[in-house]
Each structure stands twice: as C-alpha cells, then as structure tokens.
C-alpha cells in the first residue's frame, strides 16, 4: 500500500502564495517521478508547472527525497490557478512503471 497525502490548499487572493506539500508512505520503492497535476471542471488534468504554460517562473517543485516529500510552491496565483491540485508520483515496481494519485487538494484563488 501507498499512501500520497497533500495539504496546504486553501483560499488566497491574487497576487499571493501558497505552498502545497505531498508526502508519501507506505511501501515506498524507487520512485523515479514526484510531480503535479491540476484540473478543473470539464478539463483534462494538466502538470504544473507546464514548460510553456502561464505558470512558468511562477510555480516551482522541489523535493525532499529523504521525507519522501515533494512540494509546489506557487507565487503570484491568479484566479486562472483556481483548480484542484494532485500529487503525482512513479514508482518503478516489479517491471513496470506504477503511477500513484493523491486525492487532491483544493486551491481557489479570489480576485
């Protein structure tokens, strides 16, 4: 079992920051990707930060391999940021590539 729980979503108005964390427990093993995804309502879950998206320069992940724990800081959010956030992360068991989802957590950005 695998267990990926975030927090630090929230309610922030624009211009400002918020700092989502991830950790993961469980039967961790190899993991070869931590990373994020967000979605909204009718829309196909997208990685952030995006290389040519409107996030560039403005959310950054880093990660804390010895916590298991990857984090997205974002700065400078813009009600377009309002989306539920999931952590994502790829562990390399018995031959295969395993992906693994948080449950999401919710930032919502006012204007």
């Known amino acids: 079992q695998v267990q990926l729980v975030e927090s630090g979503g929230g309610l922030v108005e624009a211009g400002g920051s918020l700092r989502l964390s991830c950790v993961v427990s469980?039967?961790?093993?190899?993991?070869?990707?931590m990373d994020w995804y967000r979605q909204t309502p009718g829309k196909q879950r997208e990685r952030v930060p995006s290389?040519?998206?409107?996030?560039k320069g403005r959310f950054t992940i880093s990660r804390d391999n010895a916590k298991n724990t990857v984090f997205l800081q974002m700065n400078s959010l813009k009600p377009e940021d309002t989306a539920v956030y999931y952590c994502?992360?790829?562990?390399?068991?018995?031959?295969?590539?395993?992906?693994?989802w948080g449950q999401g957590t919710q930032v919502t950005v006012s204007s």
């Open positions: 994502h992360v790829v562990m390399y068991r018995f031959g295969n590539d395993v992906h693994y």
């Open positions: 469980g039967s961790v093993l190899n993991i070869n990707v």
């Open positions: 290389i040519d998206g409107s996030q």
